[in-house]
């Protein structure tokens, strides 16, 4: 179980270091101790009356250290205690939440898997990165079953929730393949995701992070991609029919050999995006930003376009209709 194997791991490395530590400065004192009082014993063998007093007052300063060191390990006990505890209650919780998402025969308990493990992420940064990757690899097996959509829309909810990922390290999310057909997204963050070949056809992704995102053969008919930012994502041969990226940033995308069919592109900023060998026929163009855009070779057949910023950009294309 890897969210298992990796708090055990983390929790002896973290007991054993202040434990090691705490070994070698207690020697230390000790010897630095044993030294002087050595010392101060030789002196008062041979009647020397401060080298008594020197003794007595080492003594005095043993027992006070002896009676720190057993204060500051209870404290150092009760504070382990406390955190082996909260370990094995996150591994239980965690095998139960697992124990629900695999209940294939009950929504209900999917569902609450799903809202259990972003409780764990939650409660427990060091431990998302294996969430993450149960919460895909169930997204993905879900895929061939369209009973089970709610939970399938509660995990990608849980998946792109920028607080929870946007703050600790974590690989992009593995969606390769996976069924998306129809879910709200709408402001996911998802930078970075692997999406090939998804299907993510009438997804509502408006407002949402794709950018540096691979959905390269995804289909993505009529989803609604209003103002979402795209920026350094590859679409490369995607199914693009009638999607909507009205104020979309696409920004250093790549639509190659896309298929943009009647889709809109009112507004969006499309500066130094690749549009290379794509089909943009009777595509709405109107005050998209198209500044050193790539068309050769596209197909822009009866695309409407009001107003256009071309700097070097698109070619003319052949009767636009106004």
């Known amino acids: 179980?890897?969210?298992?194997?990796?708090?055990?791991?983390?929790?002896?490395?973290?007991?054993?270091?202040?434990v090691v530590l705490a070994c070698i400065v207690l020697v230390a004192v000790l010897w630095q101790w044993l030294t002087l009082y050595l010392s101060a014993s030789a002196s008062a063998v041979r009647g020397d009356l401060n080298g008594v007093e020197q003794s007595n007052e080492l003594?005095?300063?043993?027992?006070?250290?002896?009676?720190g060191l057993v204060v500051t390990f209870s404290i150092w006990s009760a504070w382990k205690s406390y955190h082996l505890a909260r370990e094995g209650q996150i591994t239980d919780r965690f095998s139960h939440a697992i124990d629900q998402l695999g209940a294939h025969d009950s929504l209900v308990k999917q569902l609450g898997g799903v809202f259990a493990l972003e409780r764990i992420a939650r409660d427990s940064p060091p431990d998302r990165e294996p969430i993450?990757?149960?919460?895909?690899?169930?997204?993905?097996?879900?895929?061939?079953?369209?009973?089970?959509?709610?939970?399938?829309?509660?995990?990608?909810?849980?998946?792109?929730?920028?607080?929870?990922?946007?703050?600790?390290?974590?690989?992009?999310?593995?969606?390769?393949?996976?069924d998306l057909r129809g879910l709200d997204?709408?402001?996911?963050?998802?930078?970075?995701?692997?999406?090939?070949?998804?299907?993510?056809?009438?997804?509502?992704?408006?407002r949402a992070d794709l950018s540096e995102?691979?959905?390269?053969?995804?289909?993505?008919?009529d989803a609604?991609?209003?103002?979402?930012?795209?920026?350094?994502?590859?679409?490369?041969?995607?199914?693009?029919?009638?999607?909507?990226?009205?104020?979309?940033?696409?920004?250093?995308?790549?639509?190659?050999?896309?298929d943009l069919t009647r889709v809109s592109l009112a507004s969006a900023q499309a500066s130094?995006?690749?549009?290379?060998?794509?089909?943009?026929?009777?595509?709405?163009?109107?005050?998209?930003?198209?500044?050193?855009?790539?068309?050769?070779?596209?197909n822009a057949e009866n695309a409407r376009i009001k107003q256009k910023i071309l700097k070097a950009g698109p070619p003319d294309f052949s009767s636009p209709t106004q």
């Open 185 to 206: 997204l709408r402001g996911a963050y998802l930078k970075g995701a692997d999406l090939r070949g998804a299907k993510l056809d009438g997804a509502k992704l408006s």
């Open 272 to 298: 130094h995006t690749d549009f290379r060998d794509a089909t943009l026929v009777e595509a709405v163009l109107s005050d998209a930003t198209f500044t050193n855009a790539k068309f050769d070779g596209s």
């Open 59 to 67: 003594l005095r300063t043993a027992f006070q250290l002896v009676g």
């Open 1 to 18: 179980m890897p969210l298992a194997t990796s708090s055990s791991q983390r929790t002896r490395v973290r007991y054993l270091v202040p």
């Open 132 to 178: 993450l990757e149960i919460l895909t690899a169930f997204i993905r097996a879900s895929a061939q079953d369209p009973s089970g959509r709610g939970p399938v829309q509660s995990a990608m909810r849980t998946i792109g929730r920028a607080e929870l990922w946007t703050a600790w390290p974590h690989p992009p999310p593995d969606l390769q393949g996976a």
């Open 224 to 258: 609604d991609l209003s103002g979402a930012m795209l920026r350094s994502a590859m679409l490369n041969d995607c199914k693009l029919e009638r999607a909507n990226f009205h104020q979309a940033d696409l920004r250093h995308a790549a639509f190659r050999r896309a």
């Open 213 to 221: 995102a691979d959905l390269s053969g995804a289909s993505l008919s």
